[in-house]
């Protein structure tokens, strides 16, 4: 299956960790991604893991990847009202077609103040 | 600043016009791509280019119409369009199709 699947709202407020959580199905995937959407824009990388890594650090941003359940998440420690965005989380999966990208419908994060 | 330049960023066309979307990439990437984003639906990749060829085309109606002239530059030609193709139409490219996607900032279309 090609499936990424991801909750649709999270709220939080300003200075509480938020947690957006993805699953996905292929168990053919090499990278994972997180992008950011803000209004208007186009998705910017905000961090990728590679699928034989369990965590990644990087500043703000901690990604956790559960191979056995398929499961990604991105934690932002001390939300802030900038970080009011849709994420969407991405999967690059080989198969018999060759490389493809799927990516889930995105996580709209309210922040409030 | 992603590396991927689209213009124009805002277009208004009428059912009965002829326009096209542009893109460029600064990255030296050889895979490009076309996806529409429409409100509450998830990104629906539409084209992909792979060394200006399209290796990719998802059940796009014939009114959209890509070109990719060069691994660097890719068009997206309109044609006598529909009010539900209103949408965000964003450019993207990678390396290869392993490889990271960079988006770019996207052309908001609104068919009249």
């Known amino acids: 299956g090609e499936d990424v699947e991801q909750s649709l709202f999270l709220s939080v407020r300003e200075g509480d960790s938020s947690v957006i959580n993805c699953t996905y199905t292929d168990s053919s995937s090499t990278y994972l991604y997180w992008y950011k959407q803000e209004p208007g824009a186009g998705l910017q990388l905000l961090t990728y893991?590679?699928?034989?890594?369990d965590m990644k650090q990087d500043q703000r941003l901690t990604v956790l990847l559960n191979k056995k359940d398929k499961h990604l998440s991105l934690r932002i420690a001390d939300t802030q009202t900038g970080d009011s965005a849709i994420y969407f989380c991405a999967e690059t999966q080989l198969n018999t077609g060759g490389f493809k990208t799927i990516f889930g419908a995105g996580t709209r994060l309210f922040v409030k103040a | 600043e992603t590396g991927v330049t689209q213009t124009p960023r805002h277009l208004v066309m009428g059912m009965t016009n002829k326009k096209s979307l542009k893109c460029e990439q600064h990255l030296g990437h050889n895979a490009m791509y076309w996806y529409k984003q429409s409100a509450k639906k998830p990104l629906e990749l539409m084209f992909v280019y792979s060394l200006e060829e399209r290796v990719e085309n998802n059940s796009v109606p014939s009114r959209f119409s890509p070109e990719c002239p060069n691994s660097s530059h890719l068009f997206l030609h309109l044609h006598t369009l529909q009010p539900e193709d209103s949408a965000l139409y964003l450019c993207?490219?990678?390396?290869?199709?392993?490889?990271?996607?960079?988006f770019g900032e996207g052309s908001w279309l609104t068919v009249v």
């Open positions: 893991i590679f699928s034989n890594m």
């Open positions: 993207a490219s990678s390396q290869d199709r392993r490889n990271t996607i960079y």
